[in-house]
């Protein structure tokens, strides 16, 4: 299906946003709102969100990228992504405003963009959010990186006839290596600095926004990413998470090869149209 782009300027707060929209010939009513991870701007890595709104546009959905405050083309200071709601709420205004075709609005967020999305719909319950995509949500602390590095970072190499031979051969430095693994045990039993308190903040609003949404919900995680494994082993340990993927309305869909950013062809196009199927099965009655 042919569709055309269009920059929006928009304001948040004092400050101008830059968006493009891509936008069918003929539309869905509901489209799809890009919230980049940061730091990041609207094209994303190897042009990752140009191509997924190309893509969805294609087959007929609306999906509008943007760059927040201090981001990109957009105007202010930077901020981090639990400071972006005002500006996720002014993009979807610019949208409705541009495409009053599309009556609903899916979020689409990639690591902290997930975050975001999650931490957007508990602090304002909009009810014009009608889905998410969440992709390798970011979960960060000192303990559970340090609980996912040894696990899935010294348990693997561990495993691996290639670190052995470097490490027989010399070229392994065993002193730092076993300091950096000491470290990491120290940090994971500790349960975190006290920098964790306020992550666990966001955590807890991320797990109080995923339980109180009350549409349908879609996690992609990639096999290679440790986002992704950070991500599976919080949710394991952490009673504020517990069945937190249980939900009936929540799909999870895992792209074995891909990295962080689905920055191979074929894990970009198995997460493009894992997101379409998803997006044609939940909201039937959007078709054009």
Request: charged share 20%; hydrophobic share 45%.
């Amino acid at each position: 299906m042919k569709f055309s782009e269009r920059m929006l300027l928009f304001a948040c707060e004092g400050e101008q946003l830059v968006g493009v929209v891509a936008v069918p010939e003929v539309s869905r009513n509901v489209g799809v709102l890009i919230v980049v991870g940061g730091p990041q701007y609207r094209i994303g890595s190897h042009r990752q969100f140009v191509l997924l709104a190309r893509f969805l546009a294609a087959e007929g959905v609306t999906v509008m990228r943007f760059d927040y405050r201090g981001m990109g083309d957009s105007t202010g200071a930077a901020r981090t992504f639990d400071d972006i709601g005002p500006d996720i709420a002014a993009a979807i205004d610019a949208m409705h405003a541009a495409c009053p075709e599309v009556a609903r609005v899916v979020v689409w967020g990639l690591c902290d963009g997930a975050s975001a999305a999650l931490t957007y719909w508990q602090s304002t319950r909009d009810p014009r959010v009608a889905g998410m995509v969440l992709l390798n949500p970011w979960v960060r602390s000192d303990a559970s990186l340090a609980k996912t590095h040894i696990k899935h970072y010294y348990g693997r190499h561990f495993l691996e006839i290639e670190f052995w031979k470097r490490l027989l051969s010399g070229r392994v430095d065993v002193v730092n290596a076993l300091r950096s693994l000491a470290r990491n045990v120290r940090t994971a039993n500790a349960g975190g600095e006290r920098s964790d308190a306020r992550n666990a903040s966001f955590q807890d609003r991320m797990a109080n926004g995923l339980r109180s949404f009350p549409g349908p919900v879609l996690v992609v995680l990639s096999g290679r990413d440790l986002t992704a494994k950070e991500f599976l082993e919080y949710l394991a340990t952490n009673p504020a998470w517990n069945g937190a993927l249980a939900r009936p309305d929540l799909s999870r869909c895992d792209v074995a090869d891909a990295d962080h950013t689905f920055s191979s062809v074929q894990g970009r196009r198995e997460m493009e149209a894992q997101t379409l199927a998803w997006l044609s099965h939940v909201f039937p009655s959007s078709s054009p």
